[in-house]
C-alpha cells in the first residue's frame, strides 16, 4: 500500500512561490508513475504535472508550464513541485497522486481516475 504525504502549501500574494513535497512509503518495486493534480471549489480534478521516477521528461498543464517544476529526491522518496510566478488562478487543494507502471497520463481528461493511491492534500491560497 502506497502511502503519500504532502506538505508545503500556504497563502502567498500573486507573483510568489511556495514549493510543495510529497513523501512516498510502503511502495513495492522501484518506480512509480506520480502526478500533481489540484481542484479548486466546484471544480473537479485538474491534473497539474507528472514525472515516471524511472526517468524521462516532466510533462505539464499549460496553464503551470514555465511557472511549476515538478522533481524528485529520489533518496528520499519525495516529490516535489515547485511553484513560481502564482496567480490567484492556482488557488486550489493540490494532491500528489501515484500508480504503479504503466503511467497513464496525468494530463488527459479523466487522468485523476487512473491513480490509485493520494494524498491527503495541501491547500494553496494565492490572494492579495
Known amino acids: 500500500q502506497v502511502q503519500l504525504v504532502e506538505s508545503g502549501g500556504g497563502s502567498v500574494q500573486p507573483g510568489g512561490s511556495l514549493r510543495l513535497s510529497c513523501a512516498a512509503s510502503?511502495?513495492?518495486?522501484?518506480?512509480?508513475?506520480m502526478g500533481w493534480f489540484r481542484q479548486a471549489p466546484g471544480k473537479g480534478h485538474e491534473g497539474v504535472a507528472g514525472l515516471y521516477t524511472g526517468g524521462g521528461s516532466p510533462h505539464y498543464a499549460d496553464s503551470v508550464k514555465g511557472r511549476f517544476t515538478i522533481s524528485q529526491d529520489s533518496a528520499n522518496d519525495t516529490l516535489y513541485l515547485q511553484m513560481n510566478s502564482l496567480k490567484p488562478e492556482d488557488t486550489a487543494m493540490y494532491y500528489c497522486a501515484a500508480r504503479y507502471p504503466p503511467c497513464a497520463g496525468t494530463l488527459v481528461p479523466g487522468a485523476a481516475g487512473l491513480y490509485n493511491y493520494w494524498g491527503q492534500g495541501t491547500q494553496v491560497t494565492v490572494s492579495s
Open positions: 510502503g511502495y513495492s518495486g522501484s518506480t512509480l508513475c
